[in-house]
């Protein structure tokens, strides 16, 4: 297998390559309007074989942006993008829409075939109270001559002065719209795809559910090949397994959800963290099981590094 390249676009990306294959740019700096607000994103996001597996700014909500962190209920702050859902009223355009503002890079690093980024960030709400602290890490490393794994960490401190609450337009009153998280909006060629879980293929749509795992597998336009996109959901987040809001008609997309159903109390001061693991590969649903096995792996040596990161970085802070 070849090895990773990764390119810094000051104060703007960062792109990871496989030789001659772009596998994603992660924008953490964009030019976003307030109205979808301003986050950080994956897109493109690529097979191996150079298949577009993401998709950016639909007109249906402009405000999906390939893979991005999104969180439509942070207290009463919306930093999810575009309206908020009021029970009764349904979705409503508030001036509440957050941004996900890039502070500074943490590491830039390429070794033993990972590629590394990891940057601080601010949740500021449009009325410009700081909420919360962040730091965002993203690995992304070779698993097969035809997948790659993606992990994706967050820890979230709580600065706001006050105890919020994380949800859902679900706990907010909306029955079966349970979506915030890691959430990727898949290619239009891909409505009508495939579910897969532990339990076989699935429906049209996969919501409220609790699974580890779930991977969508689509087709492309013009060649008619299939690709399969997977997340894997750490055993040590909160409420694992997930509630997963997935969907293969109107559009692809996949969402383990860890606020689906219940709000999740974040204390001030408490910080809390998420990890997830993203399979991508040139393949069918038949390779699901086979997949999600190989970014759990990628999931604890990324753990492992973490923390062999932070011991290192103790060591040096006590010199």
Known sequence: MSTLDIRHDLGTSVTVRDGGTELFRYVYQPDTVQLESPKPYLHPLRTRAGKVVSLFRPHDHVWHKGIAWSLPHVGEENFWGGPTYIHGRFYV?????????????VALDRADGTATFAHDLDWTTQSGKLFFTERRTLRASLISPHAWALT??????NVSGTDVAMGSPTTKGRENAGYGGLFWRGPRSFTGGQFVTEEGLGGDEVRGRRMEWMGFAGRHDGTDAQSLVLMVDDAA????????FAR???FACLNPAPFFSEELTIEDGETVRFRYGVGIADADADAAPALADAVRQALTRSDESACAGESVSGRVAAQ
């Open 93 to 105: 355009q508030l001036e509440n829409n957050g941004t996900q503002a890039h502070r500074r890079v």
């Open 152 to 157: 994706f960490e967050t820890r979230m401190t």
């Open 237 to 244: 987040n909160p409420s694992h397994p997930p509630r997963w």
């Open 248 to 250: 293969t008609e109107e």
